[in-house]
């Protein structure tokens, strides 16, 4: 079978197991399978696949169709201006996240303008992704970045190795603040948000990510009280924190952060236009 034909048949299945991005997905699985760009497949359509790569190709198609997300199948996930490792152990990068570090960015632009050592902390970084791509885009800062899991935090230690950042990022095993030391002068994080009972009505391919980076618990902000609670520790007067959360939660984190000692609350918009990253700033500070 030919390229043309391989990709047509593989969409209309895809497409009848309900997976809605099926032309895409069926693109990137045979990519992957190939080892090819996907723009190959418009310049050479008539090339013929190989029986074994075909078989290949279907076994992915296979787990699509089961709502395995496609980036769990390539392990590969593109998040700002890189490109990630991920695997079952980690959340899947989102636009939404972008939210998060573009408003770290703003941040730390303002800071560079009286300070020279800033330095960020990355909480639940999963991936890495976050912590990652500020470091790629603004080499000067210090960047630590924590999880709970072993398991993401190998899986951010494949990508700090694939992007080169071995002596740029220190990685941390920590139950939030539980094994951090030290002062910084921005927090982020991406915690887990979902309201427990809220889990199971999510998309099938969000119920196979890692429970422990969803489940928010009863309300979803279980682990966001933990950490307003105990930021303002690790924060010097100027610091600042930034949170992403749903936009039903915003209201909630701001009066936490509020309560805990913050102030200067702004709210970032996704590009959905719903509150998306809530930033705050220690309120003893000039």
Do not use: W
Not at 115 to 143: M, Q, W, Y
Not at 259 to 272: N, Q, T, Y
């Amino acid at each position: 079978m030919n390229l043309r034909g391989a990709l047509d048949e593989a969409a209309a299945f895809l497409r009848n197991a309900g997976i809605e991005s099926y032309k895409l997905d069926a693109a990137l699985l045979l990519a992957k399978v190939l080892g090819m760009d996907r723009t190959e497949f418009l310049i050479r359509p008539e090339m013929e696949i190989k029986i074994c790569d075909y078989k290949r190709y279907e076994e992915l198609l296979e787990r699509r169709a089961d709502h395995e997300c496609t980036a769990y199948i390539t392990n590969s996930r593109e998040f700002r201006f890189l490109e990630f490792y991920v695997d079952k152990n980690v959340l899947v990068p989102r636009p939404e996240t972008e939210t998060l570090v573009e408003a770290a960015l703003c941040c730390i632009d303002k800071l560079k303008e009286t300070k020279n050592d800033i330095s960020v902390l990355d909480l639940c970084t999963g991936s890495g992704a976050a912590a990652l791509s500020l470091k790629h885009e603004r080499p000067f800062i210090k960047v630590y970045a924590s999880d709970i899991s072993e398991a993401a935090l190998a899986v951010a230690q494949k990508n700090i190795e694939k992007h080169k950042l071995q002596n740029d990022v220190c990685l941390i095993h920590s139950d939030v603040f539980e094994n951090i030391t030290g002062r910084f002068d921005i927090i982020v994080s991406n915690p887990p948000y979902i309201p427990h009972d809220m889990i199971k009505t999510l998309q099938a391919e969000v119920q196979k990510e890692p429970i422990v980076a969803l489940d928010g618990g009863k309300d979803g902000l279980e682990i966001v009280r933990r950490i307003v609670s105990g930021a303002k520790g690790y924060l010097p007067g100027g610091g600042h924190i930034f949170l992403e959360a749903s936009p039903e939660q915003m209201d909630s984190t701001a009066a936490l952060l509020v309560s805990a000692g913050f102030d200067r609350i702004e709210i970032s918009r996704d590009l959905s236009g719903a509150g998306r990253v809530i930033g705050a700033c220690i309120n003893t500070c000039l």
